[in-house]
Every structure is written in structure tokens, then in C-alpha cells.
């Protein structure tokens, strides 16, 4: 249901706001640039710091301004099982295409408890869910065979696989087959999951460089390999630049230098070292971007 290069898009703010206005251009050069979904209120739209009003308006906003050109899946996520039915049930309301839904953080859930969370969820809300699996930001990891248990619901459609593990998405893709879409979670990583069977990727780096991106799945799906392996090569770079700090702090510095937003963050976010700052501004050069 839902494949190919779909972004992680950054929330931009001005003076403590949500800037509306440059979200809504984000939004529009993302599609003019051929990404093909737009996922917001996710980690890298820093929805651990925005208020329950504001979370839920950056959905809303999303789905008006993509007005079903491609799919809006959007970030609902939470550690109370509760909060995730409300999330979600506003972004059902509001027209969202699907769910992403991160695996419960610092309570660390067995895996029985992560079954019981995302079946709440889906039984409460008629809506594709994208479980979101992160065990590096949630402390806890949810296991393929969690992950089969759960695709045998009807309305859990995907799995944004970011455990860092090929293997943990093969054995994803061989225990689910086609009951299940797995998408990457790690840029670096696209290529190589989706020669085990992924089928797209949930990407930060699509932020700065969108075409690339959406080349990037299309060219493997069409069995363009060595092109594909270019392209991966040729971003490399990036995929490393945008993660010299804990993301988005890069992702919204480099938009700043492309001059998309105004690179605010929320704290405990806060703006890039001068070190890492020079090494990011080299690989923007590098790429043609500024």
C-alpha cells in the first residue's frame, strides 16, 4: 500500500511557532520532486516537543496542502497505548492516508506488551497502521516474530524497519511475505534491505534531495541495479553528513543553508557544534546544493 521514497518531513518553526507557510512549501516541492508520501509528526518532525494542538494541526495542515496527490502517513505514535488511539483516531478524521506508529519508548515493553499495544490500536481505529521500529531511539526492539503475530491483523499494512539489521528485515520479509510492506528506516540502508525484499524507505535524507531519493527505490524496483548502486554511492555522503548529530539537528541546518527554512529547533534539540556544522556545509557543497 505504501512503497517507494517516502519522507520524514521536518516540522519548521519561527519564533516558538509552527511555520505553516514553509511546511506547506516543503510539502510542495516534495511532490513536485516526485517523493511519494509524506510522513509527518515522525522523529525527524520532532513530535516528542510538539504540544497535542500542534501535533494534531501539522497533520491536519498535511493533508489539506497534499490533497491525495500521494499518501500522508502520519506520525501517531506514543508510550501510552491511549494517546496512540487519540492520535491516531484525529488522523483518521482528518483524512490521513495511514498511521506510523513508533514502538512504545522508555516504558520498554516485552514483546507480548508491543502486540497488545499496536492490536489496541488497530481495534480501535479503522486505519493502515506502518509499525515503526527503532530500538536506538526506544530502547526496546521489536522482534520479526512480534512483527509476523501483528501482520496477521488486517488494517497493520507495514513496518518502518530501523533496527539497523538486514538480517532483522530479511527475516521480516520471509515470516510476513506479502502480508506486510517493509520499508527502511536507515537511508544508508535502502539499497541493501530492499535487495531482501523491502519495498521503499522512510527517508530523512528526501528533506534536501527528494529526486535522488525517489530515483533510488525506483531504479532497484525496475531492476536497474548498478544505477541503483550509483545513486546509493552518490548520496553516501549525505546519509552520513545528515547523521554527525542526532537528527534533524543536520536535516534542518541544511535546509536553513538551502534557504527553505528558518533552522529553528525546539530544545532539548539545539543548533549544530561549529565542527560538525563546517563537515556539513562541505558535503552540501559536494552534493551542489549550496
Not at 519508548?105 to 515503526?132: C, F, S, W
Given at each position: ?280 556545509t562541505r558535503a552540501l557543497k559536494d552534493a551542489g546544493l549550496i
Amino acid at each position: 500500500m505504501f512503497t517507494g521514497s517516502l519522507v520524514a518531513i521536518v516540522t519548521p518553526f519561527r519564533k516558538g511557532k509552527v511555520d505553516e507557510r514553509a511546511l506547506a512549501e516543503l510539502i510542495e516541492w516534495q511532490i513536485a520532486n516526485g517523493t511519494n508520501g509524506i510522513v509527518p509528526c515522525g522523529t525527524t518532525g520532532e513530535s516528542a516537543t510538539l504540544s497535542y494542538d500542534e501535533h494534531n494541526r501539522v497533520i491536519e495542515l498535511t493533508v489539506e496542502v497534499v490533497n491525495r496527490r500521494v499518501p500522508v502517513i502520519a506520525g501517531t505514535g506514543s508510550n501510552s497505548t491511549e494517546e496512540a488511539m487519540a492520535l491516531t483516531t484525529h488522523a483518521k478524521q482528518v483524512g490521513a492516508d495511514g498511521a506510523l506508529l513508533i514502538t512504545p519508548y522508555y516504558n520498554k515493553p516485552t514483546q507480548e506488551g508491543l502486540y497488545r499495544h499496536y492490536k489496541a490500536v488497530a481495534e480501535a481505529v479503522d486505519l493502515p497502521l506502518v509499525l515503526y521500529n527503532i530500538p536506538g531511539r526506544t530502547g526496546v526492539n521489536m522482534l520479526p516474530a512480534t512483527i509476523a503475530r501483528l501482520a496477521a491483523i488486517n488494517t497493520i499494512v507495514g513496518v518502518k524497519e530501523g533496527s539497523g539489521s538486514v538480517q532483522q528485515a530479511s527475516d521480516v520479509v520471509q515470516l510476513c511475505g506479502d502480508r506486510l510492506t517493509v520499508l527502511a528506516g536507515d537511508d544508508s540502508l535502502t539499497l541493501p534491505m530492499m535487495a531482501v525484499g523491502a519495498q521503499g524507505v522512510i527517508t530523512v535524507t528526501a528533506n534536501i534531495m527528494p529526486t535522488e531519493m525517489a530515483e533510488l527505490v525506483k531504479t532497484f524496483a525496475d531492476g536497474r541495479v548498478a544505477e541503483a548502486r550509483q545513486i546509493h554511492f552518490n548520496l553516501s555522503p549525505l546519509f552520513a553528513a545528515l547523521f554527525f548529530e542526532t537528527n534533524p539537528i543536520p536535516v534542518k541546518e541544511a535546509l536553513g543553508m538551502m534557504g527553505k527554512i528558518d533552522p529553528e529547533l525546539r530544545l532539548p534539540l539545539c543548533p549544530m557544534a561549529q565542527d560538525t556544522r563546517e563537515k556539513l556545509t562541505r558535503a552540501l557543497k559536494d552534493a551542489g546544493l549550496i
